[in-house]
């Protein structure tokens, strides 16, 4: 007889408790997939799985199981009540309203559920106390959206005709993932005109696989053409994936004005004027025209001079007194120096073949002025002597 009571006790047992089961681990939503930002109804159902057993008052709380759970949804309703599941195999379902927050990122959540319900009479007649059965680990996912974005780039001011070394870096700064992302770089987008290359192996580069956060870079190499106009540009770049993700960005660059000159020189009365003329596209301000030191010539006086503004096509010229070095040879070493369209000072060195007359261009200056100090000074001499013999003079006069 007490195995009989024993038995019963366990099977008893055993039915209440597995009262209250939930169908599956995944929590149900009214949409799939949810997104951060949605505001939707999260259902959970509960079946009696107790045989012979009964539950009254049945209520359901749903209760974020940790932090990451806590941080990224809001349960606008936590608790739902569903009234009786008399029969073994019934079942009722649960409804809560969440509010999934804006910044919570791609991943499976977790929640518990607390069931609360009355159980069957007991012998003497009175209700069974409230019993709370707890389904653990109850499954939310939740897809984040990607969003590529341009975060820093290497490209500045560069020069037409020049190959510049350019690394972009990329972030996701969305809640998702993007699988098998490649960048593409349009070359011949809007306002470039097609004078931007790219060396090497193409157009196209791979990021890889990007989660939120994620950061990825790629390197390549910028050719310029020489009829590159200065101004601003802006390459596009765009950025695409699986599940047909893509996005756009630019990577802005100032292409700055950049010229040349061509030089030439004319020696006239003993002078060595040096003629400076903007052969290029671009303007120049504030050229400056310089000799450095050198073995081939040697400067008198100021060793530079400032030639001003020089727009394409200008010239203008600049006298310099200079001696030949004996025994050197002929090249005369210069320096034109001007500030592009950028605001960059700029640099650029020039050689000139100079074949100067005997005595060279200093020389004959030296003579022209030597000529003129003698000459001033011998008037000078005389208004002197004119002065002090002024009573002399004047009594001559009248005689």
Known sequence: MKKLYLILIIVSTLMMAQVASAASNYLVTDSAPVYPGDTTYVYVPIMNMGFGS???????????????????????NDVYSIGTINDWGDQRTAKFRIHVNPDALEGDYYFNVYITYKGQQTRSGTQAGPTTTKLVDQILTIKGKPLIVLVNSTLGTIAPMSINTVTLLFKNAGTGTVQNAVA???LAGVNTNSVFSILGGGTQFSLGNLKAGDVASITFDLAVDIAARPGVYNLP???TGMNNYSSDNYAGLVVAGTTDFDISYQETLGSFSLNVANVGVNPASAVTVKIPVQKNFTTTGSSSSVLGNLNSGDYTSTIFQITKNSGAGNNLELEIQYSDTSGKRNTIAKTLPVELSAGGAQAGAKGTAGTNYYVWALAVAVIIIVFWQRKKISG????
């Open 184 to 186: 593409e770089i349009n």
């Open 396 to 399: 001559l006069i009248k005689k």
């Open 237 to 239: 770049v765009r950025i």
């Open 54 to 76: 009964f539950m009254e008052d049945v209520s359901v709380k749903l209760v974020p199981k940790d932090n990451a759970s806590f941080n990224a949804v809001t349960i606008l």
